[in-house]
């Protein structure tokens, strides 16, 4: 086992550590001598359920199969997360009995999951949502739903984010050379070289903005099922970031670090790893019309717990049963046309509480599951695509909730929504009271960190490493540097470590064939998740979750012997 400042090492980086240490204050935090000043400070290490999950690896039990009574439905859904909860709620508007959906954790929500304390509401994962474009009619009906648009009287009434929901300014901040200043690049001290940079590569943007292909289909669109797959913008996907903007002449630090921060917030990718397609896709795909910045991002205090919240309050109004601590182990696809007189799909369920089993049957089910669940679970769909394992990695995040009771104190702009640190392994945080206008007193900030190695495994061995004391000595190392008071206005950190927070965009993923064949069903059973995108936004699991909706919806309502070949998602 490694040491703690090893472990900090390997987190912080050496020069971070360094200071940290210089300081005198990371000494008595968990260090040698003196105490731990923050033992007064309450908290807990947190993550999804690893034990109910390596039982997949174990088999199942044949003798208390033998004895499992059987349940039959008419759809089945297998994951709460995102993409489970839409389908759900996109199944649950037209078909109101026999749905149920199976979530292995307590908490719905995957990783848009989130908590509330005296405090405020706070999110455990995403934390916003762009805008929707007009060609994203679905999502846009979702929010309409939650009552979160309203018509702009400036627009003819076109519908925009509700004001309450649209983030408040001051929006971001970036803290560089000791201070915060407005934004997100680090305009202070920049020199004429670097801010023709940045005008050449929003002019590079622009290009993609304005791009439109034979079919009128967009260089970059969100899902990006709605994306062309011309060969000279799919070529992207052949770089890395970091290559592209080599290739392009790129040389200024500013804007490699602007580069790189993006990659990291939506990919938990450095630059050399992400795919260049992928990097371009963060701003082209949000950006309306060339020379426009990026659409207004919507939020909640509770990030985008918000939005799977309410798809499960509705898909239970209709009378979807949604059961938690309830784990798939095993998904098996009949054959009619073998002979095969079975219901279409038969499910084993555990129940991860007293590890009882039961049986499923079902006429169609949905698998919102993360592909390397899946392959463990649906018998045959590893042999199907082989190369998934390969083509599909996983990064891994560890997100902290920061209670306060007062704000820390800021050298420069004064808190915003989104607070990032130049030149630091975190994307820094976001303040959960900020959309509610309580800029002072008691708040609670969320501070995101994704552990970017070359190689993924490495980063999941440094998350569940580091114990909790590490890893809020590590937080406050980082955040110091901006808020020196911060360890006395702290009551409580708690840590969520997500050992497979999200799909990787690697160079070459989303060009792949085996990414674009693995939404194909397999029998009786559709596939729903961020991962056939490849890019792990809350929209691509939308489309996804409604997607296979659609098609289970379709095949329920079609004749035996006349079912068609669903649709595959791009």
Known sequence: MSSRREVLRTLLGAPLLGQALASGWLAGCGGSGGGDPLARVEGELLGPDLTAGHRLRDGIPVEALRAAPTEHLRLAILGGGPAGLSAAYRASATLSEGVALFELEPVLGGTARSAESAVTPYPWGAHYLPMPMAHNPDLLALLQDMNALEP?????????????????????????????????????????????????????????????????????????????????????????????????????????????????????????????????????????????????????????????????????????????????????????????ASAPVEIIIQDTGTNTLRRVTADRCIVAMPRFVANRVVRGLAERDPQVAERFTYGAWMVANLHVRERPSSRGVGECWDNVLYDSPSLGYVSATHQRGRDHG????????????????????????????????????????????????????????????????????????????AAAPLGAVHFAHSDLSGIAIFEEAFYHGVRAADEALAALATPPGALATPPQGA
């Open 152 to 340: 702009d009287p400036q627009e003819g009434g076109e519908l925009r984010g509700a004001e309450a929901l649209l983030v408040r300014e001051p929006e971001s901040r970036i803290f560089h050379q000791g201070y915060w200043e407005r934004g997100l690049y680090p305009y202070a001290g920049a020199s004429a070289d670097d801010l023709a940079e940045l005008a050449r590569f929003r002019q590079k943007v622009d290009e993609y903005v304005r791009y439109r292909d034979s079919q009128g289909r967009r260089a970059f669109a969100i899902p990006v099922a709605l994306s062309t797959t011309d060969e000279q913008v799919m070529a992207l996907d052949r770089l890395s970031a970091a290559a592209w903007l080599d290739r392009e002449g790129f040389r200024s630090a500013r804007l490699r670090w602007l580069v790189d921060y993006a990659c990291r917030d939506d990919y938990g990718l450095r630059a050399e790893q992400a795919s260049a397609w992928a990097m371009l896709f963060y701003w082209v795909a949000r950006t309306e019309e060339p020379g426009e910045d990026t659409v207004d991002l919507l939020t909640w205090p509770e990030g985008n717990g918000a939005l799977v919240n309410h798809m499960a309050a509705r898909a239970a109004q209709r009378g979807v049963r949604l059961e938690r601590g309830q784990m798939a182990v095993q998904v098996v696809a009949r054959d009619p046309g073998a002979g095969d």
């Open 442 to 517: 008691p708040g609670v900030l969320t501070y995101y960190w994704p552990l970017a190695t070359a190689d993924a495994a490495e980063g999941r061995r440094n998350l569940f490493e580091a114990d909790y004391g590490t890893w809020r000595d590590a937080i406050l190392s980082d955040l110091r540097r901006a808020h020196r008071h911060l360890p006395e206005e702290l009551t409580r950190l708690d840590v969520f470590r997500w050992g497979h927070a999200m799909i990787q965009p690697r160079v070459g993923m989303l060009a792949s064939e085996t990414r674009r064949a």
